[in-house]
């Protein structure tokens, strides 16, 4: 099983990204998937969360700002970030909870990283 996120970039405060993230592999099921970040000189911190009941949650310094949803079909997260500030500026990492097999529980399993940059 693979993740791989991509959609970052380069952007001026007040600018707008979208973040993909795609699962691939022998997949099953999936469970919860998230978005993480990590700013450099800091510990990586949860983003948002859209769990497989349907429900979100986000960080309170991305309220209103950000969106997260999937494409259970595709196996697919997005990440609209709208209204982007420079302490955005961080890399982005999927996380999903993956089950692989019906003989196995879920497991965790992280992306890539996507650099998204803003400034002001």
């Known amino acids: 099983v693979q993740l791989q996120a991509f959609g970052g970039g380069s952007v001026q405060a007040g600018g707008y990204l979208r973040l993909s993230c795609a699962a691939s592999g022998s997949i099953v099921r999936i469970n919860d998937m998230g978005w993480y970040r990590q700013a450099p000189g800091k510990q990586r911190e949860l983003v948002a969360i859209s769990a497989s009941t349907g429900s979100t949650t986000y960080a309170d310094s991305v309220k209103g700002r950000f969106t997260i949803s999937r494409d259970n079909a595709k196996n697919t997260m997005y990440l609209q970030m709208n209204s982007l500030k420079p302490e955005d500026t961080a890399d982005y990492y999927c996380?999903?909870?993956?089950?692989?097999?019906?003989?196995?529980?879920?497991?965790?399993?992280w992306g890539t990283g996507t650099q998204v940059t803003v400034s002001s």
């Open positions: 996380n999903a909870q993956i089950k692989v097999s019906r003989w196995v529980s879920y497991m965790d399993y």
